[in-house]
Structures are given as structure tokens and as C-alpha cells.
């Protein structure tokens, strides 16, 4: 799983001829693409990866969120690697750890829990959406004692992440010495290929995140020799196990990605839009009771949460967030039904079962910019904690987040737009060909099918 790799952006590069291993893959299996549920933001589209589950299920509405239970904002920030590299301790680990540990589903199964229950060993590396049935102590006792961080957690039986939980002494460098020049993935590549050299797995979900890193950071460019290196990666991997014929001749393969991602060329603050109404602030002090809204951008997503003191109804705070040059799409539920505003044309929707139900302006979101674009927003709004509010960002801008990051000059993902949603999947050794119309939260899906667990 390689973290915010576009499909548009895989076919060019396999294209022109630099990446001999996925070359090589492609040549040998099939090619097809998922797209990604909303908002395309990592830890959203990694539960659904995990689980199977959509946003209306799995409980992980952003990457920011406002949880009314605590009553604060949750920020996991852009990734968990980042996150550990820039602290602060609290904000890793809510990324880290209780997002896994509480904020995800009891009600929903992780892959690796579905697959270590009928007695098949799973192994993850740097996968933050973990939840498994074998307790993993932490390994560096200096964090429990300074952060008070919680000693174990349960992940699955082959469990290696940064360092912090390392489920057997394998021969690892450090993953975040250096996340501009690939650390992250360097360190997951180790263990990827170790583990395939002692060939102990059932079921390998193999996280690549520093290609999402550098598109931030760099864009189209920066990704490029990211994705180089991870061509790279694969081949060690596909060597451990003597060549990629005899990898293939021992395993089925998926690679794919969780959200794509394009270029930024503005930012705005979704919050200026609300600066009249007494906002929830993310950091320092902040009382949900004596405020009206709590506004949750990041990357090219953003969520409006509306507070018991407010005065604007869920339609008004919408009217605010549409008003935002950032703004192409703004979401938000009244009554049974969805409604969809889009430069100042209106559309009301509702999913029931599989079937789409419209009325207004019918065409108001083009399939093809805004791949099964209606059916993901409703899973979206109809997340346990999502917002009353959900916006999408317009091509080339970005919202800026609660820290006043931006990656203008890089990349970013979050929207509902094709690029950032749409994926490649190349696929080797499966029974059945890749269906069409493939959601990445069918991966979890093919893993339980092909140990006969569905
Ligand atoms: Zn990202």
C-alpha cells in the first residue's frame, strides 16, 4: 500500500519506463482502479482499508474532528510519521495510538483480526489502522515514563511500527532519521524484506509512506523519485524471495494506495469564513458549551462542527463555508436527506441501499471529476462524528490547517476530486480477474475471499 500514489500519476511514470519492478508486476498481472472514499485523507481511507468498512462505519470522519464526547479536536495530523517527528507527544498519540486503540469501531473488524481469528498469521509495518489480537509492549520505555503513554497495544502477530513496537528483532535502521530521503519506507522495506525471506506470513499489508511525504513536500517531482525508491523497495522484496517469479509463484500481490493527490497553487483559511462566531479553538482553551462552531480544515477537506450555543442553522454555517475561495463542493444533511451546493446550484440526495436518489440539479456533480462522488459524501455525513458541514476543495487550492500549514507549491489530497481519488491497483495471483468499479474498501474484502473467510 503505497500512501497518496494517484493512478494517473502510476500510468505515467510506468509509461515512461523508469520503474522496473512495478513494470515488471504489470507485465505479469492485471491492472485496474479503486477510488477512495471521502475525505481522501489518510487516516480515513487507511481504516477503510483495514476494515472494509466505509466512513459511515468504521467511526474515523478526517484527519481533524471534533469529538463531542471529549470535547475537543483531534488532530491526527498530515501522518503518523510526521506526527512523531514533529510532536507534540499528545498529537502522536491520538495518531498512533488511541486512534486504533478507541476512536476506530468496535463494531467493525480489521483484516487482521478477521484472518488471525481463523488461525492465519498477519504482519503490518508503519500501518496506523493496526487493531489486532496480540499484545505488543513498547520499546522504548523512556516515552511511557516522560508521556505516559500506554505500555502496550494490540496490533497483529507480525507487528513492526517505527521502531516503537517491533513484534521480533529483525535487522532495522532507524525510520525516522530522514523523511525527505525515504526513512519511513527504508525501514519498512527491511522488514518487508526479512519477512519474506523467512516466509512466516499468511497476510502482509506492507505500508509505504513517504511517496505521500514527498508529494507534500514537493509535488509531482519530489513524488517521482519518491516512487522510484519505492520500485526499489519492491524489487529487494521481490529478490528476498529469489526473483519475482518465485515471489509470485508464493504469493498474491495487490499494490494500490489510499487517496491520489494534486498540485496546490492557493490556500485559505476556512475559518475566516466564521471569524464573527466564537470558535471552538483546537489548541489551548476552549469550552465546547460557551461556543458556536468548531471548524476542522486540513489539506484540501474541511468540516464544520456546529455547537449547541449557535445561532446559524447547519444551512447557514454551509453558506459560510461555500462563501470560502477554497471551496468547490460544500455537504451537509437536512432531515432524511443530503444536500449538495456547488457554485450556488443546489442538489438533494439520498442513499438508500445502492440505489441513488436525486432531485434538483441532477448533474451537478460530473462522474468523472467526482468519481461515485454523492454515494461518498453520504457515507461521509452519515459518520457517527462528522461534521454538519463537509467541504471540497477546488482544483489547486488547499485549506489551510489548524497548525497554518499549507503545501502550496507541493501537493495534497482530501477532496472529492478524481485526482486525489482515484487509484492504481496492479494485481498478481488472484482467482478471480479485478472487478470493475472497485472501492479500496474491497481490499479488506480480497484478503477475507481469498482465505475463504467471506
Ligand atoms: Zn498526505
Known amino acids: 500500500m503505497i500512501d497518496g ?33 471521502f475525505p481522501t485523507v489518510t487516516p480515513v481511507c487507511l481504516s477503510s482499508i483495514a476494515t472494509g468498512a466505509n466512513v459511515s462505519e468504521h467511526g474515523i470522519p478526517h484527519i481533524v474532528w471534533f469529538d463531542a464526547a471529549q470535547g475537543r479536536v483531534i488532530d491526527y495530523g498530515s501522518s503518523a510519521g510526521a506526527v512523531l517527528a514533529a510532536g507534540p507527544l499528545s498529537v502522536a498519540r491520538d495518531a498512533m495510538i488511541e486512534m486504533t486503540r478507541t476512536h476506530l469501531s468496535s463494531d467493525v473488524a480489521t483484516v487482521f483480526e478477521s484472518l488471525e481469528a481463523a488461525g492465519l498469521a498477519t504482519a503490518t509495518v508503519s500501518f ?30 507480525k507487528f513492526f511500527f517505527f521502531n516503537l513496537y517491533e513484534s521480533e528483532q529483525l535487522n532495522t535502521p532507524f525510520a525516522l532519521r530522514s523523511r525527505a530521503s525515504g526513512s519511513v519506507d527504508a525501514y519498512g522495506a527491511a522488514v518487508a524484506s526479512q519477512l519474506v525471506e523467512r516466509d512466516e506470513f499468511d497476510y502482509f499489508l ?30 529487494t522484496m521481490f529478490e528476498a524471495a529469489g ?26 483559511r476556512l475559518e475566516e469564513k466564521f471569524s464573527d462566531l466564537r470558535l471552538l479553538r483546537s ?21 464544520v462542527y456546529r455547537l449547541p450555543g449557535c445561532t446559524l442553522d447547519v444551512r447557514g454555517l454551509a453558506s459560510r463555508a461555500e ?17 449538495a451546493r456547488r457554485q450556488g446550484e443546489e442538489l438533494r ?10 432531485s434538483g440539479s441532477v448533474d451537478l456533480l460530473d462522474g468523472d471529476i467526482y468519481p461515485q462522488g454523492l454515494e461518498r459524501a453520504w457515507h461521509a455525513l452519515n459518520a457517527e462524528r462528522s461534521g454538519d458541514v463537509l467541504v471540497s476543495a477546488a482544483g489547486g487550492w488547499e485549506f489551510v490547517d489548524l497548525a497554518g500549514r499549507d503545501h502550496v507549491g507541493g501537493a495534497s489530497h482530501g477532496a472529492l476530486t478524481s485526482a486525489d ?22 481490499f479488506a474484502t480480497l484478503a477475507r475471499a481469498h482465505f475463504h473467510l467471506t
Open 421 to 442: 481519488s482515484v487509484v492504481p491497483v496492479l494485481a498478481a495471483g488472484l482467482r478471480e480477474p479485478l472487478p470493475v468499479g472497485l472501492s479500496i474498501t474491497d
Open 206 to 235: 506492507y505500508y509505504l509512506p513517504d511517496l505521500d511525504y514527498a508529494a507534500h513536500a514537493g509535488g509531482g517531482l519530489s513524488a517521482r523519485v519518491a516512487l522510484r525508491r519505492v520500485d526499489n523497495h519492491l524489487g
Open 323 to 339: 462563501a470560502c475561495p477554497a471551496t468547490d463542493a460544500v455537504f451537509f444533511m437536512e432531515g432524511e436527506e443530503a444536500v
Open 5 to 37: 500514489l494517484a493512478a494517473n500519476f502510476l500510468e505515467a511514470e510506468l509509461e515512461s519506463g523508469g520503474l522496473r519492478n512495478l513494470a515488471a508486476l504489470h507485465e505479469r498481472g492485471e491492472y485496474g482502479q479503486a477510488v477512495s472514499v
Open 243 to 268: 526473483g519475482i517469479d518465485a515471489f509470485l509463484e508464493r504469493y498474491v500481490i495487490v499494490v494500490s494506495s489510499d487517496h491520489g493527490f494534486s498540485a496546490v497553487r492557493e490556500s485559505s
Open 349 to 358: 440526495f439520498r442513499l438508500s441501499g445502492s440505489e441513488l436518489l436525486r
Open 283 to 303: 489548541r489551548g482553551a476552549g469550552d465546547p458549551k460557551e461556543s458556536d462552531v468548531a471548524v476542522c480544515a486540513s489539506m484540501r477537506a474541511g468540516a
Open 128 to 157: 496506523t489502522c493496526f487493531r489486532g489480537p496480540v499484545t505488543h509492549k513498547i520499546r522504548f520505555p523512556g516515552a511511557v515514563r516522560r508521556g505516559r503513554w500506554f505500555e502496550t497495544v494490540e496490533g497483529p502477530s
